[in-house]
Every structure is written in structure tokens, then in C-alpha cells.
């Protein structure tokens, strides 16, 4: 851990707002660009990075100093930690308590061989529970950057990033800021924005509880089809307004 430079976690109140994507999509970002980037997904009971990296049918390895991350390519530049690489089948349930979920994300955190990381960026399940406080305790220790929030514009998602916004108060965890996703649709013909859930949800919610606003993504359907392929969003589409979008916000960190 002390030889990652950056440490974030990227957290949300409700499923399905697209943290996995954000968490994956700046991960590859990052790689792209030339850092060193190690991506940990505790989604313990809904794994979707391997897929969202198409990495999927991987395996870990085990060696006497730690668990080696699966390498995304030949350049290393993108290392990959999952539950999913250590499960039997790719549809077998993770039923576990919360004592067994606290000590696998405690040898996520204290028993991966990462190397040198410019960045390590933790990708969660949705809420506020077991894995979340075993992260951030484990965390804590180790100095880390803190949460990026992801959030829908709609009032429903945004009452739960109050909650995660409380939970990182309450457990000394610092805020980098909030993401407002799937905001607005770009048209795959024209690529006009039009907003189909309200939008201004997650830039009102930073300006009401002063947390920097890090940037709005669109809906765009080449980053459905690219998360669901496992395909680098960014070299197959680098003049979109999503990559544009995340540009700006990566760049605000
Ligand atoms: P979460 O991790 O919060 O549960 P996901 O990242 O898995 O959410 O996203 C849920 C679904 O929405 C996925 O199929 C993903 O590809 C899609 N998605 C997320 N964000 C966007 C976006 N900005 N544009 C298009 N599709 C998106």
C-alpha cells in the first residue's frame, strides 16, 4: 500500500448509477494515458469489473509474497484484483456474513502484490455496509486520497449520496467529489444531448454540501456497448463528449 500514490474509492447509494463504469472507465483512462493503475473490486456479491475490462476468464495467482493482480494487457499498466477470479464458475453466489466478507476485503487491502501504483482505484457495492466499513477502516490506514460519490441526477439517487456523504464524515474518509452520471442522452446520430432524467441532481448536491462537483457523464450508448464487451472506450470513440467529460473530471484530481 505505501508504494500507491493515490487511493480512491469510488462509492454510491443505489446499484445500477454506474459506479463500476466510472470506477472502470477512469482506470482505463489513467492506464491509457501511461500510469500505473491497479483497480480493486470488493463488489463481493455483484463483481462486474472483469467483464466491464473483458478480463473475465482469468485466473489469479497466488505467490509466497501475495496475490498477483491479472494484467489487462502486456504493458501491466492495468492490474485487476476481483472475487470473481477466485470463484469456481462465473454464476456461483458469494452467500457470505459479514465476518468473512470483512476478512477477504482486509487481505484485498494488505495482501496484493500491486508493485509501484501511480493510482489504485476501489470499485464498491452499493450502500453504506460491511464492505464499505471494513474498506475504509483498512484504508484509513494507509493515507488514503477518498471517495469520489456517484450519483444520477434524479432526487432518489441523490438522497442516498447524503447517506454515503454522512458515512464518510462519520468515519473520517475525505470527499474528492461527486460524479453526476447518465446525465442527459447523446444521440448516436447527431450526438445532441437531451436530458431524459432531470438533470443538475448531482451538481446541486455539491453546491448545497460544498464537495467539488467533479463533472457530469451522458448516457451514451458506445459506453454501454463498450463496458459490456470489455473494450477500451477511449481508443475505440476518443472524440466523444463522454470521453470529454471524463477528461475534465480525471483532470480535476
Ligand atoms: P453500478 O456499478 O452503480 O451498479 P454499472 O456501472 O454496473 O452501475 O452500470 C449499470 C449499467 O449502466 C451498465 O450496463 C453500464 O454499462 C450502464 N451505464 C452506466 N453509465 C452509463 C453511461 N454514462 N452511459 C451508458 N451506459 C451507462
Redo the contacts with the bound molecule.
Keep these: 500500500m505505501d508504494k500507491i500514490k493515490h487511493k480512491i474509492l469510488?462509492l454510491?447509494g443505489?446499484?445500477?448509477?454506474?459506479?463500476?463504469?466510472?470506477?472502470?472507465q477512469l482506470a482505463l483512462y489513467l492506464s491509457h494515458i501511461g500510469k500505473k493503475v491497479g483497480l480493486l473490486d470488493i463488489?463481493l456479491c455483484?463483481p462486474?469489473i472483469p467483464k466491464?475490462l473483458g478480463v473475465e476468464n482469468k485466473e489469479v495467482h497466488k505467490s509466497s509474497s501475495g496475490w498477483i493482480p491479472v494484467y489487462r494487457d502486456e504493458t501491466q499498466n492495468l492490474g485487476v484484483i476481483s472475487i470473481q477470479f477466485l470463484l469456481d464458475k462465473s454464476d456461483t453466489p458469494v452467500i457470505w456474513r459479514g465476518p468473512k466478507k470483512n476478512s477477504m476485503i482486509k487481505q484485498f487491502i494488505e495482501d496484493v502484490c500491486w508493485g509501484e501504483l501511480d493510482y489504485l482505484i476501489i470499485?464498491t457495492?452499493?450502500g453504506t455496509s460491511d464492505e464499505h466499513i471494513s474498506v475504509t477502516e483498512a484504508l484509513l490506514k494507509h493515507n488514503p486520497d477518498g471517495a469520489i460519490l456517484?450519483t444520477t441526477p434524479q432526487a432518489v439517487s441523490v438522497s442516498d449520496v447524503r447517506k454515503e456523504i454522512s458515512f464518510c464524515k462519520l468515519l473520517g474518509l475525505p470527499i474528492i467529489g461527486i460524479v453526476e452520471?447518465?446525465?442527459g442522452y447523446?444521440c448516436p446520430h447527431c450526438s445532441e444531448c437531451t436530458n431524459i432524467f432531470s438533470s443538475e441532481g448531482g451538481k446541486l448536491l455539491a453546491e448545497q454540501t460544498n464537495i467539488p462537483f467533479l463533472g457530469k457523464?451522458?448516457?451514451?450508448?458506445?459506453?454501454?456497448?463498450?463496458?459490456?464487451k470489455g473494450v477500451n472506450y477511449f481508443k475505440e470513440y476518443p472524440n466523444s463528449s463522454?470521453l470529454s467529460a471524463l477528461k475534465t473530471f480525471v483532470e480535476t484530481f
Excluded: F, Q, R
Excluded at 443505489?14 to 472502470?24: C, E, N, P, Q
Excluded at 457523464?217 to 459490456?228: M, N
Design positions: 469510488v454510491s443505489k446499484g445500477g448509477v454506474g459506479k463500476s463504469t466510472v470506477s472502470s463488489d455483484g462486474s466491464m470499485d457495492p452499493p456517484v452520471n447518465m446525465s447523446v457523464l451522458p448516457i451514451d450508448p458506445y459506453l454501454t456497448a463498450c463496458s459490456e463522454t
